[in-house]
Nanobody, 121 residues
Framework: VQLQASGGGLVQSGGSLRLSCAAS???????MGWFRQAPGKEREFVAS????????YYADSVKGRFTMSQDNAKNMVYLQMNSLKPEDTAVYYC????????????????WGQGTLVTVSS
């Protein structure tokens, strides 16, 4: 099973982007997440969603600006990013998790290849 993230690009500060993540097959995951990694920094949690309930969780840095959603029929998740800031510039990764904590890297066992988001000031 592979995860394919898309939708990244260059946007001005205050703009919006929508990231998509498609699974090539059944992931048998219980939750999906988005992480990001800026140059020279560690990968960090952005958002997650529980397949069964649709409950979402966000990092404080994106709360109120980003919205994660799911399409169970298409086996896809999305990340709507509004009011983007230059500090949101990073490679964004989607990931599938089954057990563990949804906000840590170790809670995920399938990772996509990443999509670059660049926010200019």
């Amino acid at each position: 099973v592979q995860l394919q993230a898309s939708g990244g690009g260059l946007v001005q500060s205050g703009g919006s982007l929508r990231l998509s993540c498609a699974a090539s097959g059944r992931t048998f995951s219980t939750y999906m997440g988005w992480f990001r990694q800026a140059p020279g920094k560690e990968r960090e949690f952005v958002a997650s969603i529980i397949w069964s309930s649709g409950n979402t969780y966000y990092a404080d840095s994106v709360k109120g600006r980003f919205t994660m959603s799911q399409d169970n029929a298409k086996n896809m998740v999305y990340l709507q990013m509004n009011s983007l800031k230059p500090e949101d510039t990073a490679v964004y990764y989607c990931a599938a998790g089954r057990s563990g904590t949804y906000y840590t890297i170790t809670g995920y066992y399938i990772w996509g290849q990443g999509t670059l988001v660049t926010v200019s000031s």
